[in-house]
C-alpha cells in the first residue's frame, strides 16, 4: 500500500498545477511541439520532473530493503535509523 505524506501530495500538486497551467496557456500538443523545436530544454525538463520524482520513488524502496530512512523522514513509524558500531 502506498502511503502518501505531506510532502508527497505537495509536490504532486505542484507538477499538476504547471502542466494545467501551461497546458492552458500553449494549447494542445504543446509538449509535441516543445520537444521537437527546443530538445535540449525538453530534456532538461525530463531531467527535473526525474529529480523531482526521486524523493517519492526512492524513500519507500530504502524502506522497504531496511536501509536507513531517518534522513528523509525521522517521524514516520516504520523509519529505521542506522546502527552505529563502536
Given at each position: 500500500?502506498?502511503?502518501?505524506?505531506?510532502?508527497?501530495?505537495?509536490?504532486?500538486?505542484?507538477?499538476?498545477?504547471?502542466?494545467?497551467?501551461?497546458?492552458?496557456?500553449?494549447?494542445?500538443?504543446?509538449?509535441?511541439?516543445?520537444?521537437?523545436?527546443?530538445?535540449?530544454?525538453?530534456?532538461?525538463?525530463?531531467l527535473g520532473g526525474l529529480g523531482i520524482a526521486?524523493?517519492?520513488?526512492?524513500?519507500?524502496?530504502?524502506?522497504?530493503?531496511?536501509?536507513?530512512?531517518?534522513?528523509?523522514?525521522?517521524?514516520?513509524?516504520?523509519c529505521v535509523f542506522p546502527v552505529l558500531e563502536?
Amino acid at each position: 500500500m502506498v502511503e502518501w505524506d505531506g510532502h508527497e501530495v505537495a509536490i504532486f500538486g505542484s507538477v499538476s498545477g504547471f502542466y494545467a497551467i501551461t497546458n492552458g496557456v500553449y494549447g494542445k500538443g504543446w509538449i509535441k511541439s516543445m520537444i521537437h523545436r527546443q530538445p535540449i530544454v525538453a530534456m532538461s525538463f525530463f531531467l527535473g520532473g526525474l529529480g523531482i520524482a526521486l524523493p517519492i520513488v526512492v524513500v519507500p524502496i530504502r524502506r522497504r530493503l531496511g536501509l536507513p530512512t531517518n534522513q528523509y523522514d525521522a517521524s514516520h513509524p516504520k523509519c529505521v535509523f542506522p546502527v552505529l558500531e563502536e
